[in-house]
């Protein structure tokens, strides 16, 4: 009883002492809304601010484990196997507590009461999701539960003699991805844990008729060697980085690449169909290595075509080879919404470097995509490109051609922007290969062009800076952009082309997905039903 009693006289002095921090609040230097002694002690800084990283790439931010009350340097802080990223976002599980139930959110916790409270509690900041960094397609609801691949053993001892069944708890996960691949059912969301997994290949594997998905786990760094894939179909891999670059062999179908980060291979496919290659980063390739070739076979043309590829959302940035080379035929090829930079040949090479190179094909468009500093734009040329459409790109800042275009009949050219480069577009046509080059060009912006009269079936509403034009309301002159530096190709107020183009021919929406609208402070020059479009891939 007397311990009792002085213990409670000691807490009295204690906050009667304390009361003139409690009046100020937990103290917080760096002004992130951590107090200090929170972050000193789980390691983090008291003189800069924190509070927005991830410091254990958990998928949380430390302001988010500071309310959760988990450890800001700890991926799993009740060690079960899932991250507390995963648990929060995904499986609303208690990431404080082992084996929590499913679907019970885990509450944030207020801060632990001080001895004296004269202000109120900071209010918790919200948590803001960190947004994805690139577009991925909607696959539809996760399985519950997932299956689980661990081969460093983090959440538990993995083995490969398992069942489906059994490596659906993070506890018992696989070893490896292929072993996976042939275990899991259809349909299924296998859960790769952190760590390096050797080269792969799949050969033979066409059982499935929905996609398994196999995606590096919520807030963790899962790398993998080559991917490879021969005669298989309905994979869709995401998240991942991956070094050894990727191969989808002959037969190959029903493969979806997203999300990925590729250094430094990136991606090769061979005679494939249904393929997806979306969001992902190919960046810092080895010497004179292409980001993406897509090749048919050179001896059985019957064979050559990569079928019903979108190639959509990716980065491609410094390499000394093309970013995109599609060789020996395509059908129905889809090049949407890419960004491609720093595409240059390295010193002392004889290699010509393009950054979209397609070599022949039926049913492709080229559409939405920017490309920048670099060696050169795309080319189409050596076999017969039918059905081809490019529209709404940018091109800028190349020392050749922006889009060069050989034997290619009834191609349409609409409303793109290439400024600043070497030779602009050129239309020609080699008379050693079928087809004869029959151009729509219209509504382009353009600081140059070479296209013969008898290559063009119509040319008009287009503004060239230093080539002479052909086409009643095309005209000579230099646009101006509102930031052409940043790559905003947007036309400034007072720039010609803006209201100058014609809404019977090219995309009812710009670049950026905005509407054609009209200016009402500039006179319409364009034509057809809606005569105030701009020219160019951005509408004002």
């Not at 949380?60 to 995963?86: A, F, H």
């Not at 207020?110 to 900041?125: L, S, Y």
């Not at 980063?281 to 050179?298: C, I, K, M, N, S």
């Amino acid at each position: 009883m007397r311990y009792l009693a002085s213990t409670l006289a000691a807490c009295s002095a204690v906050g009667l002492l304390a009361a003139p921090a409690a009046l100020a609040g937990p103290r917080d230097r760096d002004r992130d809304g951590l107090p200090d002694r929170w972050e000193r002690s789980n390691g983090l800084s008291t003189k800069s601010k924190s509070a927005k990283k991830d410091t254990d790439r958990d998928g949380l931010r430390n302001r988010t484990e500071y309310r959760l009350r988990t450890k800001p340097r700890v991926k799993d802080t009740d060690r079960d196997g899932l991250s507390d990223g995963y648990e929060v976002r995904v499986s609303r599980t208690n990431p404080r507590r082992k084996n929590s139930r499913a679907g019970v959110p885990a509450r944030p916790s207020p801060p632990r009461p001080r001895p004296v409270a004269a202000t109120p509690p900071r209010p918790a900041p919200t948590p803001t999701p960190t947004p994805d960094p690139m577009p991925a397609p909607d696959p539809g609801p996760a399985p519950t539960p997932d299956l689980f691949v661990d081969g460093a053993s983090v959440g538990g001892r993995c083995d490969d003699s398992r069942t489906a069944a059994q490596a659906a708890s993070a506890s018992t996960p696989w070893c490896s991805i292929p072993r996976a691949i042939a275990a899991a059912p259809e349909g299924r969301h296998v859960s790769v844990r952190a760590g390096r997994y050797p080269n792969f290949e799949i050969t033979g594997d066409n059982r499935r008729s929905a996609f398994l998905s196999l995606a590096a786990h919520a807030g963790e760094r899962v790398e993998l060697g080559r991917v490879s894939t021969v005669g298989s179909s309905w994979l869709r891999f995401s998240g991942f980085s991956i070094s050894g670059g990727v191969n989808l062999g002959h037969a190959t179908h029903h493969v979806q690449m997203v999300g990925n980060d590729l250094t430094p291979a990136g991606f090769y496919l061979r005679n494939t169909r249904d393929v997806l290659i979306q969001g992902n980063r190919v960046h810092d390739l080895t010497t004179d290595a292409r980001g993406l070739l897509a090749q048919g076979w050179d001896s059985r043309p019957e064979q050559a075509l990569n079928r019903r590829l979108t190639i959509r959302g990716n980065r491609f940035s410094r390499m000394t080879y093309d970013a995109i080379a599609i060789y020996n035929g395509t059908e129905d090829l889809l090049i949407e919404d890419n960004e491609i930079e720093e595409v240059r040949k390295r010193p002392g090479s004889e290699l010509h470097v393009d950054t979209i190179q397609i070599m022949g094909g039926t049913r492709m468009t080229v559409r939405r995509n920017l490309i920048h500093d670099s060696a050169h734009g795309m080319l189409f040329k050596d076999m017969t490109s039918a059905g081809l459409t490019i529209e709404n790109n940018v091109v800028a800042r190349t020392a050749g051609a922006g889009i060069q275009v050989v034997n290619a009949p009834g191609v349409r050219i609409l409303s793109n922007t290439v400024w600043d480069t070497g030779a602009g577009l050129l239309l020609d046509n080699d008379p050693a290969v079928p087809g004869q080059t029959s151009a729509t060009v219209v509504n382009n912006i353009l600081n140059l062009m070479s296209a013969p009269a008898a290559l063009t079936a119509l040319e008009d509403h287009n503004l060239v800076r230093w080539s002479s034009v052909r086409g009643a309301h095309s005209s000579q002159g230099t646009a101006v952009f509102a930031n052409a530096a940043a790559n905003d190709f947007t036309l400034a107020a007072g720039s010609p082309g803006v209201d100058a183009a014609t809404s019977d021919h090219g995309p009812e929406r710009d670049r950026a997905g905005r509407a054609r609208t009209d200016d009402p402070a500039v006179a319409n020059h364009g034509g057809g039903a809606q005569p105030w479009w701009d020219m160019g891939a951005h509408e004002r």
